[in-house]
């Protein structure tokens, strides 16, 4: 070990002297002499001790380059421009060279003379003195540490004139070697044996004359001993081999007076305490200005003025922590700044989940700065109750607190940037485009964070998909509504909107949803106000627009079908429509109503091919069919024949009704004819009455109890409807029961043809009562006109020859009478054989009622047979139809 330590030592020598040899060329007049001092030397041998007991590491990144480029710039800028192309030449040459023998860490040959130059150019005019306040001196000198030249030395006594102190302090971050400290004393300690050793020069005096050691020694101690800043246990070891005095500390105590010698030094250095700092950072991070760490406006950023003292790592420090206060700033501004627009039209649901989340994303932030709070405030636990300590929170540890947060809050504030002008699907796109990312953090938080802002988003989704409602206030969603005429709404109502349309949501999955919920928007609400207008105009639940249709086209109606216009019989329904409640329908219902003629054969009536129908054009046609408008028609054309019969028994009833001219007719005519008359208009209103009373409960069981009942069950089904399946099944039920209700279903076709049978019944009696009253009106007329005659032929009995009588006053008055007696004779068997065929009809009709057993008829056979009338002449008939 000793061998090896010699020979580095030797090694050093032996460089300071190819250093400051120069060759003997350069001095003709003495080619022995040497170029240099022995004072010079000593110096620097000194100096290249130092520098092997430098224990600073490096602060700067290794690269060559740069560090070339550094020297030459301040050459050049020192004005000394051909040194710096003489360098620059100089470092291509030496880069170059690489392989066995070359320099491989080139970087640190350019440091160290660069730190060489810095460190003579500071200490140029500094003397040094033989000791300070403390061991750390050297902290201050860059990395050097500090020699001692002893004031009682003079340098012509021929030897070093100079103490060096060196210290070993384990466990300091930026402290000593232990290994080149130690090499170094040895090195210094066997200096003067080397010295003895080189025959061809001098290199010292005899050292045993340096009598000023022991007292600088002395000094030395006394001060170790009364400094503040090594209160610990110190050894102080005196060799005097080279002159060189080697202080060696204990130890277990090494550690401690270390890190209090640089905590006293930073102390003098700083005019805020790090406490302080800590705080200040704490507060702006919360967005709050701080006693000395304040927002700047102009700089844009939180800072800490440059007339506070702090070291330049504590202010970079301070600098690059504070931004994570001006990253909050940003989020928590556009948080409020949004919250306050709301419910701006630039703002929306979307944008409004998005402050939300961010508030969340604040409000774990703000737990974590509360955590901190309480920590800054504790000190570092100590195993020792002696030892002192600073508080646990310092600002490196809070640069490892703030690691995660700071990423979380950087990946925010370019959301705020990003998403400020945005909204909707294209808020929601750009979010999803910034969580396309490779770091697990950043991904999950991306996505926990669009999880949330996409939520009313899909809300918008689920409704226009299931329910065919869009909810969007505020347009943001990529289906968009505008108004078109009605024909076009199919059409162009709803289109996509491109610039909402989300990057995560496909082009054809978006065309998917918008005719998806097109048709369901249509099926659904759409749909059941088409259903009530087929209600209204179709099944005859207008009840004010069928009366006056029925008056209107009653005439027409009753020609031929051959001879009977459509475009008439249109422009008869529009009269209807205007002047009926219908008018204040939605005219594209009423567009949708049309006249129908149905095909005839011959000798068909208008009544028999006149037909409503209702166009069910896109997208009504996917529910409303050929089959089911079939079945409509159905439903319609037995319901318009009820109608029908009501309206010609309605008609005979205002033929019926007594009034002055029957009056007149009475008091006039012969006795018997007077009472055959009596007898043919009562047989003719009795069976008027049993007709009315079977038609107002027909048509009362099927408007309430089968069309009223049916569609309020189809109401209910389709508020509670799921999808399309569910709004068809509600449909096809709700039309089913009307079919089988109203007797038109397979199963009910014996009803139908017995309920048909007395509808013809009804109108044949119509017929027989209209002839009745025309013969009853033409008997009156003529019995005026008989007794006018008779007047002027009593006035005039020879004149007036050339009047011939009518038919039935041929003969006289008598022959009138027989001809009345006559007519009223036979319509009173006519009628007498209708009302027979009708009672035999219908309580064959009323028989059947009980035995149905797939619909339940028994409400209307209680309101036809509510005495029981019929009933009771079931068993004299068997129950048997009679025809």
């Known amino acids: 070990m000793e061998d090896a330590d010699q020979r580095v030592v030797d090694l050093v020598k032996e460089l300071v002297h190819r250093l400051l040899y120069t060759s003997p060329h350069s001095n003709p007049q003495n080619p022995n002499a040497t170029s240099y001092t022995q004072q010079e030397y000593n110096q620097a041998l000194k100096y290249s001790l130092r520098i092997l007991s430098s224990r600073m590491t490096p602060s700067i990144a290794a690269d060559d380059s740069a560090m070339a480029e550094?020297?030459?710039?301040?050459?050049?800028?020192?004005?000394?421009?051909?040194?710096?192309?003489?360098?620059?030449?100089?470092?291509?040459?030496?880069?170059l060279k690489n392989g066995s023998g070359s320099v491989k860490n080139k970087w640190a040959v350019l440091y160290l003379l660069k730190t060489i130059s810095d460190d003579r150019k500071v200490r140029k005019n500094q003397l040094t003195s033989i000791i300070t306040n403390g061991f750390l001196d050297s902290a201050v000198a860059g990395g050097l540490p500090t020699l001692f030249e002893s004031d009682e030395l003079s340098g012509s006594s021929g030897g070093f004139g100079k103490l060096s102190k060196t210290m070993s302090v384990g466990g300091f971050p930026n402290g000593f070697d232990?290994?080149?400290?130690?090499?170094?004393?040895?090195?210094?300690?066997?200096?003067?044996?080397?010295?003895?050793?080189?025959?061809?020069?001098?290199?010292?005096?005899?050292?045993?004359?340096?009598?000023?050691v022991s007292e600088n020694m002395k000094k030395l101690k006394a001060l170790g001993d009364n400094s503040t800043g090594l209160?610990?246990?110190?050894?102080?070891?005196?060799?005097?081999?080279?002159?060189?005095?080697?202080?060696?500390?204990?130890?277990?105590?090494?550690?401690?007076?270390?890190y209090r010698e640089f905590v006293d030094l930073i102390k003098e250095e700083s005019e805020v305490s790090e406490v302080v700092l800590v705080r200040d950072v704490l507060y702006a991070c919360q967005g709050i200005d701080g006693k000395y760490v304040k927002f700047d406006e102009k700089a844009d950023a939180y800072v800490l003025p440059e007339l506070i003292k702090v070291p330049r790592a504590t202010r970079i420090m301070v600098r690059k922590l504070s931004e994570l206060g001006w990253l909050f700033r940003k989020v928590k501004g556009y948080i409020t700044e949004s919250m306050d627009r709301f419910p701006a039209e630039d703002v929306g649901t979307v944008g409004q989940a998005f402050c939300a989340a961010l508030q969340d994303e604040l409000s774990q932030y703000y737990k974590l700065l509360a955590v901190l709070e309480a920590q800054s405030m504790n000190p570092i636990p100590l195993v020792s109750q002696d030892a002192s300590s600073g508080n646990y929170l310092s600002l490196r540890r809070l640069s490892v607190w703030f690691s995660e947060p700071i990423v979380k809050m950087r990946l925010m504030a370019v959301l705020v940037d990003s998403c400020k002008v945005l909204k909707g699907g294209a808020m929601a796109g750009a979010i999803h485009m910034h969580a396309q990312h490779g770091d697990p953090l950043v991904n999950d938080f991306m996505k926990r964070l669009l999880r949330r802002v996409c939520s009313p988003l899909f809300e918008m989704v689920r409704s226009w998909v299931l329910e065919g409602e869009l909810e969007d206030i505020f347009a943001e969603?990529?289906?968009?509504?505008?108004?078109?005429?009605?024909?076009?709404?199919?059409?162009?109502?709803?289109?996509?909107?491109?610039?909402?349309?989300?990057?995560?949501?496909?082009?054809?999955?978006?065309?998917?949803?918008?005719?998806?919920?097109?048709?369901?928007?249509?099926?659904?609400?759409?749909?059941?106000?088409?259903?009530?207008?087929?209600?209204?105009?179709?099944l005859l639940g207008q009840g004010d627009f069928v009366q006056y249709l029925m008056d209107i086209v009653g005439p027409e109606l009753s020609e031929a079908a051959n001879t009977i216009s459509s475009f008439k019989l249109a422009g008869l329904l529009e009269s209807a429509i205007r002047s009926s409640n219908a008018q204040y329908d939605d005219p594209d219902i009423l567009d949708r109503l049309r006249v129908k003629m149905m095909p005839h054969n011959t000798g068909d009536r208008g009544w028999d091919v006149f037909s409503l129908e209702y166009d069910a054009r896109v997208p009504l046609n996917t529910v409303f069919t050929e089959s089911v408008m079939s079945r409509y028609l159905r439903v319609f054309n037995f319901l318009w024949k009820l109608r029908r019969v009501e309206h010609a028994l309605i008609g005979v009833w205002k033929t019926m009704k007594p009034n002055c001219v029957t009056s007149r007719l009475f008091a006039k005519l012969p006795h018997v004819v007077k009472l055959q008359l009596i007898l043919t208009s009562r047989k003719c209103q009795v069976l008027w009455d049993e007709m009315?009373?079977?038609?107002?409960?027909?048509?009362?069981?099927?408007?309430?109890?089968?069309?009223?009942?049916?569609?309020?069950?189809?109401?209910?089904?389709?508020?509670?409807?799921?999808?399309?399946?569910?709004?068809?099944?509600?449909?096809?039920?709700?039309?089913?029961?009307?079919?089988?209700?109203?007797?038109?279903?397979?199963?009910?076709?014996?009803?139908?043809?017995?309920?048909?049978?007395?509808?013809?019944?009804?109108?044949?009696?119509?017929?027989?009562?209209?002839?009745?009253?025309?013969?009853?009106?033409?008997?009156?007329?003529?019995?005026?006109?008989?007794?006018?005659?008779?007047?002027?032929?009593?006035?005039?009995?020879?004149?007036?020859?050339?009047?011939?009588?009518?038919?039935?006053?041929?003969?006289?008055?008598?022959?009138?009478?027989?001809?009345?007696?006559?007519?009223?004779?036979?319509?009173?068997?006519?009628?007498?054989?209708i009302a027979k065929e009708?009672?035999?009809?219908?309580?064959?009709?009323?028989?059947?009622?009980?035995?149905?057993?797939?619909?339940?008829?028994?409400?209307?056979?209680?309101?036809?047979?509510?005495?029981?009338?019929?009933?009771?002449?079931r068993p004299s008939t068997g129950g048997k139809l009679l025809l």
Not at 508 to 514: E, P, R, Y
Not at 714 to 731: F, T, V, Y
Not at 842 to 869: A, C, N, W, Y
């Open 477 to 538: 969603f990529f289906v968009l509504s505008q108004p078109v005429k009605a024909e076009s709404l199919w059409r162009e109502g709803y289109r996509l909107h491109a610039a909402m349309l989300p990057t995560f949501i496909s082009p054809s999955l978006a065309q998917c949803i918008l005719r998806t919920g097109k048709s369901i928007n249509f099926l659904r609400y759409k749909f059941k106000e088409h259903c009530l207008a087929i209600k209204r105009y179709l």
């Open 178 to 212: 232990d290994f080149r400290v130690r090499l170094n004393l040895r090195v210094l300690n066997n200096l003067e044996n080397l010295e003895k050793n080189r025959g061809d020069r001098n290199l010292g005096a005899d050292l045993d004359n340096f009598s000023g």
């Open 692 to 833: 009315n009373h079977f038609v107002s409960n027909l048509q009362y069981y099927i408007m309430f109890e089968v069309l009223e009942v049916s569609w309020s069950n189809l109401s209910k089904e389709l508020e509670i409807a799921k999808d399309l399946d569910d709004l068809l099944g509600a449909h096809d039920k709700y039309l089913y029961s009307i079919v089988e209700k109203s007797l038109l279903g397979e199963r009910s076709q014996n009803l139908h043809k017995i309920l048909f049978t007395l509808f013809d019944l009804i109108l044949r009696f119509r017929s027989h009562a209209d002839r009745l009253y025309e013969g009853i009106n033409e008997l009156q007329s003529r019995t005026t006109d008989a007794s006018s005659r008779d007047k002027d032929r009593l006035q005039r009995p020879s004149n007036n020859r050339s009047l011939e009588p009518g038919p039935w006053l041929g003969e006289g008055r008598k022959d009138l009478t027989r001809r009345a007696g006559e007519f009223l004779r036979n319509m009173g068997q006519d009628i007498d054989a």
């Open 838 to 873: 009708y009672s035999s009809v219908f309580e064959g009709f009323i028989s059947q009622l009980p035995i149905q057993q797939h619909v339940d008829l028994k409400f209307l056979m209680f309101r036809l047979d509510f005495t029981e009338f019929y009933s009771q002449l």
């Open 70 to 95: 550094s020297i030459k710039r301040r050459l050049a800028t020192a004005g000394k421009s051909s040194e710096a192309l003489t360098f620059a030449d100089l470092y291509a040459k030496f880069s």
């Open 231 to 258: 209160r610990a246990r110190e050894h102080v070891e005196k060799r005097y081999n080279g002159g060189i005095l080697m202080v060696s500390k204990d130890p277990a105590n090494i550690r401690d007076m270390a």
